[in-house]
């Protein structure tokens, strides 16, 4: 029997950046296997939500879940809250980044102007990661 291959969440994120789409939901099945398939993604947390009880709607449609496999962004509100955390700090540090490479190259010094992208993110996460502490 071949290895299974599972959708990658980082599939279901890209359809959603190249459709601009907030939540994906892929539902497939592989016939080797005899396993149904089911990964979700959503921007926000509401969205991640959203996407994760869509994904078990559907699921829950095509039969057997004890031979069902998940391969999610989140399962918990607290994770889709992590998550969208982290994913919003590495657009920003993505977004700073780019800044420095062209201001740097324009005119050989470093500016600021991506800072409050950075920082809100960076806060964001910081947030999230102290509520999540006993």
Same mark, same amino acid.
């Given at each position: ?20 789409? +907030?939540? #994906?939901?892929? &539902? =497939? ?8 398939? *089911? $990964?979700?993604?959503?921007?926000? %947390? ?13 699921? +829950?449609? #095509?039969?057997? &879940? =004890? ?8 399962? *918990? $509100?607290?994770?889709?809250?992590? %998550? ?36 809100? %993110? ?13």
């Amino acid at each position: 029997m071949s290895e299974y291959k599972p959708v990658a969440v980082d599939v279901a994120r890209q359809i959603a950046t190249q459709f601009d789409k +907030s939540a #994906v939901v892929i &539902l =497939s099945y592989d016939p080797v296997h005899q396993l149904t398939h *089911t $990964t979700t993604y959503g921007r926000s %947390a509401a969205d991640k939500d959203a996407a994760a009880k869509l994904g078990d709607a559907c699921a +829950s449609l #095509v039969g057997d &879940l =004890s031979r069902r496999t998940n391969y999610e962004d989140y399962r *918990t $509100t607290d994770q889709a809250v992590r %998550a969208e955390a982290i994913e919003r700090l590495i657009a920003a540090a993505d977004q700073a980044q780019c800044q420095c490479s062209i201001t740097e190259r324009e005119s050989g010094h470093l500016v600021g102007c991506w800072m409050p992208a950075l920082s809100d %993110a960076i806060e964001a996460a910081r947030k999230n990661v102290g509520a999540m502490r006993p």
